[in-house]
């Protein structure tokens, strides 16, 4: 079973990975009560019941299967205007974890880059930064997001193409197909949000008519689950991210930044948003992780499945947005 969550701000450098912060910290807790219940039951009985045993199984291949990255929305804003700078992409690099299984909270900086066509270059990384308030919030409640780095759709593009191995992305445990189908969407996803922010406004051929067929296979390739937009931005910045995603939430979290300067919270407005995206997030990955035990979510054992939180919609949207 497998579950791919996105969440995206304009920038990707405070609230989007506060929510990805929280998200992998949320996991690394549930890692860690499993592990400690493992270690008592061995202790103290012979054994589990088969109900317990089941669900144990069934939290482990949850957590082994849930996706979680954070991106930017604008893609300028996550390299400086400078040509000379290079965004990084190695394979050694943090982002290489954009959709890996996230077995860790902690990430890797990066000293090198790869080209669009693949080439490596020296160049050192030259990418802006998560804001150093937003990683002292976080820190006041014990996540480090120190190490984490702003991205973009085209570093999901590039990690795609770096290779085999655990380390390497893949968004469709299902079916291999997929990732082929995505690369192509990616492009079409990167070129649009960059077109959307500049204001230029695509119009595209609508098919007069849609079979159900096609509409299953098009919900089939996209492979993000749940899309999680934690600024107002308008529609057709988010709007390509969105259609490869099967569903969107729309968050609409207070920018710590305008906040601390025009309400008079200064920094603690960073303070604020991050337990304000916590709750969130615990509420959202709670309610994920409740359907998958109560055996609600099972979507690659069955291929009439269409996502891993297809059945959570209705229910996420009227307890969380």
């Known amino acids: 079973m497998t579950s791919t969550i996105v969440f995206a701000c304009k920038s990707n450098s405070c609230r989007s990975q506060m929510a990805e912060g929280w998200a992998k910290n949320w996991m690394k807790n549930e890692r860690s009560q499993l592990e400690a219940r493992r270690r008592t039951d061995i202790i103290t009985t012979e054994g589990d019941s088969k109900e317990e045993v089941q669900r144990d199984r069934r939290l482990q291949s949850f957590l082994d299967g849930l996706v979680v990255a954070s991106v930017a929305l604008d893609e300028t804003s996550v390299s400086p205007l400078d ?3 290079r965004l990084s992409s190695s394979p050694t690099s943090s982002l290489t974890s954009f959709f890996t299984r996230n077995n860790s909270v902690d990430t890797i900086n990066s000293t090198s880059c790869v080209t669009c066509d693949g080439e490596t270059c020296s160049s050192p990384l030259r990418r802006k930064k998560v804001k150093v308030k937003a990683i002292k919030a976080m820190a006041i409640d014990g996540v480090d997001i120190s190490d984490a780095t702003p ?19 893949s968004l469709s445990r299902c079916s291999k197909s997929r990732s082929f189908s995505l690369l192509e969407m990616l492009r079409g996803v990167s070129l649009q949000m960059s077109l959307a922010y500049a204001g230029v406004v695509e119009v595209e051929d609508t098919p007069e008519s849609e079979d159900v067929g096609t509409a ?16 107002a ?34 920094d603690m407005a960073y303070l ?3 337990r304000q995206i916590r ?29 891993c ?13």
Request: hydrophobic share 30%; net charge negative.
């Open 83 to 85: 040509v000379n700078d």
């Open 151 to 169: 991205k973009t759709i085209h570093d999901v593009l590039s990690s795609s193409s770096g290779g085999g191995g655990e380390e390497q992305l």
């Open 216 to 231: 299953n296979t098009l919900d089939e390739q996209r492979s993000v689950d749940s899309l999680v937009v934690l600024c």
């Open 233 to 266: 931005c308008a529609d057709s910045l988010k709007q390509k991210l969105s259609d490869m995603s099967k569903e969107t939430l729309n968050w609409n979290i207070d920018a710590p930044t305008a906040f601390a300067k025009d309400s008079g919270e200064g």
């Open 272 to 274: 604020r948003v991050s």
């Open 279 to 307: 709750v969130k997030v615990e509420t959202f990955m709670n309610h994920l992780k409740e359907s998958v035990m109560n055996g609600n979510l099972d979507c690659c054992n069955n291929n009439e499945s269409k996502s």
């Open 309 to 321: 939180n297809t059945e959570l919609r209705e229910q996420v949207v009227k307890r969380i947005v």
